[in-house]
C-alpha cells in the first residue's frame, strides 16, 4: 500500500525497513570522514534541463529542438510567428499565425488534446475550432513523419497558409502545430493578445527488446536498428513502452537518426550497450508503476545529463563498465558471491559510515503536475523522523525530479535518495583476476573474517592489464530501505555503519549433544567407555573440541580437563576408553570457528561401564593393566620435535607398545619390563593444525587398549 497522499503538498508518509548491516573486508582502514556518498551513486544528480520551460509558449532562436518523451504537457518552441493576410481580400494583416514545434526525432505518437488559456477546443477535419472559436482559431498538427508527405497547412479563411509558407516546408522528423488566430475588431476574443496555449501528447516512440525476437526473450518486430519499428504502446497494454524511463534511456543511448544521420542521442554501438541492464530496469518499472513523461532539449542540455534525467525518473543511474554503457535501478538483489580475505590481494578501504554532514533526513521532490497545468511544483517534504533523531537535527535537501509527473512515484524517488545518502561507502577492494566477471551493478558479499559480512553493490570495476587485478569500487546495500521506499513498511532502517565482527563462539546447545557410560566389547573384549553423541548444529564451525575429566563436585569450569580429541565439524560420535571402570567423568564439547575455541558444554556425570578379557581371572590380568601410565607428550620450542615417555602396562599379558600420531600407528614397537619407564622422541609432519598422541599397548593374543590422547598444536 503507499503511504504517499494523492495530492500535491499533501504530507506525504514515509516508509522503510532493514536491519544495520555490518561491514568486514580484506584489510579494511575504517575511515571515518573524507569519502563521500551524497547521491545513490558516488556520480552528482542530473540538474534540471537548461533548454527552458515547456510550458512557456516562446520564440527562441537558440534553442534546442525539444525531445518529448512519455505523456505531458508542452507549449512548444515557436519557430514562426507572423501576420498573415487574411480572412478576407479587405482585411490585410488580420491573421496571427505560428507555428511550434512540439519534439524532434518523430514521429510521436500522437496529440491527445489542446487547452487555450486552460480552455479546452477542439477542431473539426478541416481545422476550424469547434464552439465558440469557430472561425476564430484554426490549427493543424503533424506527427514528425520523416519524411512528412506535406506541408503544414490549414484554411482560414481565403488563406491556407502563412505568407511565404510553401510546400518546402514541411518540418519532416519534426512533430509541430500550425496555429492561426484571426483578429477580432469586437474585440470579444483575444483581448489580451495571443492566449497560452498547451498540447497534451504523447511523445516519442521508442525500442523494447522484449518486443524484439531478436532479443533473447523477446517476441515481437521491434529492432533496434530500425526506428519504424519503434512502438510506444506496450505488449501490456497496463504500461506503455513509451512511458517506460528505462526504455527512453536505451533509445537515447543508442540515438535517434533521420536519413541516416543522428540527430539525438548518444549514438552508441549496440556492442557497446549492456542492454539487459535496461531490461531489468523497464521491468523494475513496470511492477512499480514508473512512468517518465516531459520535454527534454538538444541544448544546452548534454547528452549525459539527457540519460541521467531519463533513468533519475526510475530510481536509476548510469554505468559506465569499461567501454559499455549499462545502467542501475535501486531494487532489492541478491548477492552473488562471498569475498573473503583469500581473494583481497592489497589494500582495501571502505568508509566507516557516511558522516552527518553527507546523510539526509529529509527531502522535498519537486515533479512536474497535470493538475498544475504541468510547471513543476514541490511536494509535502519527506522527512524521516527517525533518521532525524539519530542526526540530532533536520538535514534537509529539495530534489527535483523533472521526468516525473506522479506523486507517489515522487515520494518514493525522494525515499530512495535519503537511503542511499546513508549507505556507507565508497570503498575500494582489489581482488585476484577470477572475479573479473563481475561488473558493476552486481552486489557481493564482504566477509573478510574480522569484521561483520557487508553485503555490497559494485559500483565501478578497474582492471589492471599487466596483473589482471580486478578492483571494485562498492558502497553498502541495505535491503531494508526498498520496503521503506516503496512504502510497504513504516520503519525505516538503521543508517548502514562499520561494526566490529564478535568472535566470540557459543557453547553448543542443550540438547545437540548427549553422554553416556558404557561397555564397549570386540573379540570378547568388554572395556569401559563414555560415549558422546550428536552433531556439530553451527554451520560456520570448522570442529569440534571434546574433552574429559573425572567428575569432582564443585570444580571449576576450567578445572581438570584431559584433551579428548578435535574432530571435523561431521562428526556424530566420540568415544573415550581407558576411563576407569565405575567411575563418574564430565564431558566438554566446544566449536572452534576461524581458530577461536567457543565456550564448554559440559555433559554429565555419567558412570563409566566395566571391563573384562577372556581368560581374565582377575588381578593385574585386565585391561586396566593393560594401559600405559605416566603418558607425558611435551612439544619443544619452536620445533615440531616432541617428547614422549610412558611407563609399560602392569600385565603379564603385555607384549608391546606402539604410539600412534592422529590415528595413524607408528611401526616402532616398545617392549621392556612390566611397568617399565619409556622415553623418544617423535616429529609430527603434515599440516594439521592439531595432532592427537596415544600410547597403544598390545597383549599376547593382539588386542590393543589405548591411552588417552593428548593434543599437540605445534
Partial sequence: MALAATGVGAAIG???????IGVSAGTISA?????????????????ATGGGSQIEFSADPQAGVPYLVGRTGTAGNIILRQASDGWSVNTPNDLNDMVTILSGAGPIAGIESFTSDKVAISFDAAGNAIGEYKDKMFQRSQRGLCPEPAALTVQAGSSSAPTGWTAAHRLSGLAAVMWRLRYDAKQRFFQNGVPAPMWVARGVLVYDPRMDSTYPGGSGPCRWDDESTWVYDGADSAHPSGENPYLHALAWVIGRHQNGKRVMGLGSPIESIIVSDFVEGANVADANGWTIGGVVYSRPDTKWNVLKLMLQAGAGEPLKVGARIGCLVNTPRVSLATVTEADICGDSTLAAMQPVRNRLNTVTPRIRSEAHGWAIVPLAPIRVPEHVAEDGDERSREIEYGL???VDQGATLARYDIENTRELGPGTFPLFPRWINFKGGDCITIDRGDLEPLKVLILKRKIEPATGTVTFEVRSETDGKHAFALG???????????????????APAVGDWTAIGATLTANGVSIPAVVVTGQVVLGTADAAIFDLRPYIAGAGMEDGWIGGGVEAPTVTKREFTGVTPGTQYEVSVRYRVRGVIGNRRILGPVTAGDFTVP???????????????????????GTRTVDVSWRTPRSPRFNVSRIVVNGTEDSTGYGGSLGGYIATTIT???????????????????VAVDTDPITIEP
Fill in 14 to 20: 514515509a516508509a522503510a525497513v532493514t536491519s544495520a
Fill in 31 to 47: 575511515i571515518a570522514g573524507g569519502l563521500s556518498v551524497a547521491a545513490s551513486l558516488t556520480a552528482k544528480k542530473p540538474t
Fill in 404 to 406: 516525473v509527473q506522479d
Fill in 488 to 506: 510497504q513498511t513504516t520503519t525505516p532502517p538503521p543508517t548502514a555503519s562499520v561494526s566490529g565482527y564478535d568472535p566470540s563462539v557459543a
Fill in 615 to 637: 581368560g581374565d581371572g582377575g588381578g593385574d590380568g585386565g585391561v586396566a593393566a593393560m594401559t600405559a601410565t605416566e603418558f607425558v607428550a611435551t612439544l619443544r620450542n
Fill in 684 to 702: 609430527l609432519t603434515g599440516s594439521m593444525q592439531y595432532f592427537d598422541i596415544v600410547i597403544r599397548s598390545y597383549d599376547d593374543a593382539g
